[in-house]
């Protein structure tokens, strides 16, 4: 089973996915987790985008549907993936049809993650995640059981995003009202949308996934 999440930042879209990796089998793949880890390791893709995603920007569709590309052509895609990130503008979602057809394959869910703009500036400035595993949290929401330990690891050792500042997130809602609210009708021609309340709380969010699933199995 291949699955998209849409939804705004702050929406949502990593923390369901990593649940249903763990339940269903499929592979994350966070377009966004990947850029971060070429600014980290100062490779050219890393330059390229890093002012842009400090900026709130999105990256230039050629360098992230290259990077998409070589991504599910890898073995551990083959049984099945949950794209969280991507695609994020109509251009990519296009591209992402061909490059599939191309190889017998195709999405069968889309999820979006429906949430209320207000809500989406508080739960972005109160995540933080694990150093060590990636493990997402939130200050109200979602801390840690004890308090200063990562639940999945044990490690005491938590980061924040740099785009995670309230100038960024402001520049982020607008990317994502301009460029990629307007592929949501790209899937709901193709019969393939399925809108969450991603306002519950997070178990009744991933019940409301569940159910999607359900019809399509
Ligand atoms: P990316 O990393 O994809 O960021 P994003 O889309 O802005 O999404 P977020 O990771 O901020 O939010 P999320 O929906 O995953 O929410 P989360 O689960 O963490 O992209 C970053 C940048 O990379 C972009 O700005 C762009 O520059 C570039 N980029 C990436 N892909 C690209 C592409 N395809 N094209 C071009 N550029 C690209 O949850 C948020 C918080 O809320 C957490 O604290 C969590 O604990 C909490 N929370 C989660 N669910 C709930 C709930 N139900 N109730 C209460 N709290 C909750
Ligand atoms: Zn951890």
Redesign the pocket.
Known sequence: MNII?L???????????KLLEERYGLVQI????M??AEVASGSAIGAE?KA??HA??????A??IAM?KDRIAQKDCQNGFIL??????LA?AEELDQMLKADGKRIDVVLF?NVDEE?LAD??S???TCANCGR???????PPKQAGVCDACGSHEFKR?A??KRETVVE?LK??RKLTAPILPFYEKLGLLHTIN?????E??TAEIEAALGENP
Not at 56 to 61: A, I, R, T, Y
């Open positions: 999440f939804g705004p930042p702050g929406a949502g879209k990593g923390t369901q996915s966070s377009t966004g987790d850029l971060r985008a842009l995603m709130g920007k999105l990256v230039p569709d360098l992230i998409l969280d990130g991507f695609p994020r503008t990519q993650l809500i739960r972005i109160g995540r933080f997402t949290y939130n200050e109200v929401s979602n995003r785009d995670d982020r990317e994502y991603g306002m519950l709380p997070a009744g969010v």
